[in-house]
């Protein structure tokens, strides 16, 4: 599928050059965010591609995006996105969020191909324009696990219509995205291909509701350190470790799939304002255990101002997994018996860690500034359960069979430009 993002970015190269057949508009978002969570043993990991942070930071929330829209023609046009933001690998693929060409043939169909975003949530379209929606951060719970599927690439159609007095739309896309996210050791990244999914929203007065599904298979295993696990385990005598085998098996990349399927709704008046979604995620693949996770928010518009709170919670869909340690006997050669221990503990502690419990309280506020600057302030408290933690990362994993809270304070000055 790299082929496809070659062509989205070829197209906005080569379009840009045709300056009289061409109309270009440019525009950006920025965000200035500060953050502060009380509980210094926990990292906040608000995207999992992006780095984590303790204590009081600015590059959990901060970032800058740059998009060009081009019209390269009577049915045809373009679209380009780069967003700037703390990513765990540095490469200007990892920046591009939007990279398409687009076809037209009337209003009601358009077909997409290149990076384009993935329609799961209600945020699909501005997932990174901090201006655009009413908290200073999403609700970690449900949008933390979806960012590893902003964007894929490949190619999508769209139908869209007015139908019984509402906006009907509907998208079906194809392709791939290989994510590289902060986990397992220096580098933890591998490829959802096969990718499809399907969106339908409609959308009557005030209300919108959304339905989405997705499916893909595992692929491309990029975790030296875990590879390295699987090669000692491998090595393994049967009869010291019996386990060994299902946990190689659980491990192991292919043949694994992943499935998503989430429904949102949304209210929105002069005066009120209602959030709510609810996502299950099956995936067979160990290092991402299946969850279910959902909020619900609720905002009061009060002249410049919006008020609101939220409720929002990820539980572990699977039972936790336990597999007895191996057992040696005086013959075990030292070494042998030292490296056994050391994978057995590593093989606990990501047992422990992988899987994320826990619920969160917000309250908040937002004040527009002008039609295209604001300010939020928002407070959360966090309550986590015993091997609960898989939306932090910790050093200290001594605390991850233990119960947990922390409270996390956020401001964000976001502004459009």
Same mark, same amino acid.
């Given at each position: 599928?790299?082929? *496809? *993002?070659?062509?989205?970015?070829?197209?906005?190269?080569?379009?840009?050059? #045709?300056?009289?057949?061409?109309?270009?508009?440019?525009?950006?978002?920025?965000?200035?965010?500060?953050? %502060?969570?009380?509980?210094?043993?926990?990292? /906040?990991?608000?995207?999992?591609?992006?780095?984590?942070?303790?204590?009081?930071?600015? /590059?959990?929330?901060?970032?800058?995006?740059?998009?060009?829209?081009?019209? #390269?023609?009577?049915?045809?046009?373009?679209?380009?996105?780069?967003?700037?933001?703390?990513?765990?690998?540095?490469? !200007?693929?990892?920046?591009?969020?939007?990279?398409?060409?687009?076809?037209?043939?009337?209003?009601?169909?358009?077909?997409?191909?290149?990076?384009?975003?993935?329609? =799961?949530? @209600?945020?699909?379209?501005?997932?990174?324009?901090? %201006?655009?929606?009413?908290?200073?951060?999403?609700?970690?719970?449900?949008?933390?696990?979806?960012?590893?599927?902003?964007?894929?690439?490949?190619?999508? *159609?769209?139908?869209?219509?007015?139908?019984?007095?509402?906006?009907?739309?509907?998208?079906?896309?194809?392709?791939?995205?290989?994510?590289? =996210?902060?986990?397992?050791?220096?580098? !933890?990244?591998?490829?959802?291909?096969? *990718?499809? =999914?399907?969106?339908?929203?409609?959308?009557?007065?005030?209300?919108?509701?959304?339905?989405?599904? +997705?499916?893909?298979?595992?692929?491309?295993?990029?975790?030296?350190? /875990?590879?390295?696990?699987?090669?000692?385990?491998?090595?393994?005598?049967?009869?010291?470790?019996?386990?060994?085998?299902?946990? #190689?098996?659980?491990?192991?990349?292919?043949?694994?799939?992943?499935?998503?399927?989430? /429904?949102?709704?949304?209210?929105?008046?002069?005066?009120? =304002?209602?959030?709510?979604?609810?996502?299950?995620?099956?995936?067979?693949?160990?290092?991402?255990?299946?969850?279910?996770?959902?909020?619900?928010?609720?905002?009061?518009?009060?002249?410049?101002?919006?008020?609101?709170?939220? @409720?929002?919670?990820?539980?572990?869909?699977?039972?936790?997994?336990? %597999?007895?340690?191996?057992?040696?006997?005086?013959?075990?050669?030292?070494?042998?018996?030292?490296?056994?221990?050391?994978?057995?503990?590593?093989?606990?502690?990501? #047992?422990?860690?992988?899987?994320?419990?826990?619920?969160?309280?917000?309250?908040?506020?937002?004040?527009?500034?002008?039609?295209?600057?604001?300010?939020?302030?928002? @407070?959360?408290?966090?309550?986590?359960?015993?091997?609960?933690?898989?939306?932090?990362?910790?050093?200290?994993?001594?605390?991850?069979?233990?119960?947990?809270?922390?409270?996390?304070? +956020?401001?964000?000055?976001?502004?459009?430009?």
């Amino acid at each position: 599928m790299k082929y *496809l *993002l070659w062509l989205g970015c070829t197209a906005l190269y080569l379009s840009s050059s #045709l300056v009289s057949a061409t109309k270009a508009n440019f525009s950006g978002f920025a965000t200035i965010g500060a953050t %502060y969570s009380d509980n210094r043993n926990l990292e /906040l990991t608000t995207d999992f591609l992006n780095k984590s942070d303790s204590g009081f930071t600015f /590059l959990n929330e901060s970032k800058i995006g740059f998009q060009t829209n081009l019209t #390269l023609a009577d049915k045809w046009d373009a679209v380009g996105q780069v967003v700037l933001q703390d990513r765990n690998h540095k490469t !200007f693929n990892e920046f591009i969020e939007l990279a398409f060409i687009r076809y037209r043939p009337n209003r009601n169909w358009s077909l997409r191909a290149g990076r384009v975003n993935s329609d =799961l949530y @209600l945020l699909s379209d501005y997932p990174y324009v901090g %201006y655009a929606y009413l908290w200073s951060r999403p609700p970690n719970e449900f949008y933390s696990i979806a960012s590893p599927a902003n964007n894929f690439d490949g190619v999508d *159609l769209e139908y869209k219509n007015h139908i019984a007095n509402g906006f009907f739309r509907f998208r079906l896309g194809y392709g791939q995205t290989s994510p590289e =996210l902060q986990g397992v050791g220096s580098r !933890f990244g591998f490829t959802s291909k096969d *990718l499809v =999914l399907l969106s339908a929203s409609y959308q009557l007065n005030n209300w919108l509701i959304r339905l989405t599904h +997705s499916h893909s298979n595992f692929d491309d295993l990029r975790a030296p350190e /875990l590879s390295e696990a699987q090669l000692i385990l491998e090595q393994a005598p049967d009869d010291i470790w019996p386990a060994k085998v299902e946990l #190689l098996d659980k491990f192991d990349i292919s043949g694994k799939s992943s499935s998503y399927d989430a /429904l949102g709704i949304s209210y929105e008046s002069q005066s009120w =304002l209602f959030y709510s979604e609810g996502g299950i995620s099956k995936n067979d693949w160990l290092p991402f255990s299946s969850s279910t996770s959902g909020y619900a928010t609720l905002g009061y518009i009060q002249e410049q101002t919006t008020y609101f709170m939220s @409720l929002s919670t990820i539980k572990n869909s699977d039972r936790i997994p336990t %597999y007895s340690s191996p057992v040696f006997d005086a013959s075990t050669p030292a070494e042998l018996a030292a490296y056994l221990y050391a994978v057995s503990d590593a093989v606990t502690t990501i #047992l422990d860690s992988i899987t994320a419990r826990q619920t969160t309280i917000s309250a908040g506020a937002k004040l527009d500034l002008t039609s295209s600057m604001n300010i939020k302030l928002q @407070l959360d408290h966090t309550n986590i359960s015993p091997k609960g933690y898989g939306l932090w990362n910790t050093t200290a994993t001594e605390i991850l069979t233990t119960r947990d809270k922390v409270n996390t304070l +956020s401001l964000s000055f976001n502004v459009l430009f």
